[in-house]
């Protein structure tokens, strides 16, 4: 499988759409050529935070192919492909990659509940099938099942599943799992709260919610995780925290969407059934972002 190219701080980009719902590409643009400016180390587009389970799969190709173009090979672009139908997760995958994916993240099949050897099976297939590298997508509290080590460590053989997404927020499974992972297998913290934990148990970095407002704090906290400077790590880790719960006051991306539209980066447009964040949430959104450093109070 060779040596992880999955590291560091990794945005799940938003998907910013303009005031009718459509996609708001010189955004999108804007929005992608700043995270790498800004120094991080990978893009998810059309993941959850990028609300793909409200965009066609003719949309989510253009954020691809859109997002491909902006980064130009400088970082991974890991697009999100999951479906709770193994034959759509394959049709998107394929679609993906041909719109300039390097990376297909698969989330675990949402609602319909298989049990693991229903989990084994719709992996390999997806993976089997794909053309690029597989990323695994945990996420129980989206998904309502949990891929189990066991089944993790196996799908972890494949030749084409390169690393698993944790955000189950379990530390004794994530640990298990870094411990016991073949050579070359990433683990990335599903968690920004968790990012400092995970990679002091060897985890190898982060796929962040809260990058997409501060791409080169999470970058420079993951960096320091990854050299062992407890000293910034703790530090960053600290002036991040308010942030890192103020991202999740509302579902993701509502909170997020609305840090960014008060940075004057995207329009606060969401697709149904996500609504804007509550008024109230707003006074501890700005306080965190000015904590950050990236807006005035």
């Known amino acids: 499988m060779g040596t992880c190219t999955l590291r560091g701080a990794i945005t799940a980009l938003v998907t910013p759409f303009t005031p009718d719902g459509q996609l708001d590409e010189p955004a999108l643009r804007a929005l992608v050529a700043w995270q790498v400016e800004q120094g991080i180390d990978g893009v998810v587009p059309v993941?959850?935070?990028?609300?793909a389970a409200?965009?066609?799969?003719a949309e989510r190709e253009r954020v691809v192919a859109i997002t491909a173009e902006v980064v130009q090979g400088r970082v991974p672009v890991i697009a999100g492909a999951?479906?709770?139908?193994?034959?759509?997760?394959?049709?998107?995958?394929?679609?993906?990659?041909?719109?300039?994916?390097?990376?297909l993240l698969q989330v675990s099949p949402m609602y319909s509940k298989p049990p693991q050897r229903g989990?084994?099976?719709?992996?390999?297939?997806?993976?089997?099938?794909?053309?690029?590298?597989?990323?695994?997508?945990?996420v129980p509290g989206r998904t309502a099942s949990n891929v189990e080590v066991e089944t993790q460590l196996a799908l972890a053989e494949h030749p084409n599943i390169v690393a698993t997404k944790e955000a189950s927020g379990n530390i004794a499974q994530i640990d298990e799992i870094i411990r016991r992972r073949p050579a070359g297998?990433?683990?990335?913290s599903g968690d920004d709260s968790l990012t400092a934990e995970v990679m002091a148990r060897g985890g190898d970095g982060v796929i962040s919610v809260v990058s997409n407002a501060v791409p080169a704090a999470m970058h420079a906290l993951a960096a320091a995780a990854a050299r062992g400077d407890a000293g910034a790590v703790r530090a960053l880790h600290d002036q991040l925290t308010p942030l890192f719960s103020a991202a999740f006051v509302e579902s993701n991306p509502i909170p997020i969407k609305a840090a960014l539209a008060m940075m004057g980066r995207i329009g606060n447009v969401l697709r149904l059934p996500l609504v804007p964040m509550e008024a109230r949430h707003e006074r501890v959104i700005r306080e965190a972002l000015a904590g950050a450093g990236v807006v005035a109070l």
Request: without cysteine; negative net charge.
């Open 47 to 51: 993941g959850s935070t990028g609300e």
């Open 54 to 57: 409200t965009l066609s799969l």
């Open 82 to 103: 999951g479906s709770n139908d193994t034959a759509a997760a394959i049709e998107n995958s394929r679609v993906l990659a041909g719109a300039g994916a390097t990376h």
């Open 119 to 138: 989990l084994l099976a719709h992996f390999r297939a997806v993976a089997d099938a794909a053309t690029i590298p597989v990323v695994l997508y945990n």
């Open 185 to 188: 297998f990433a683990v990335l």
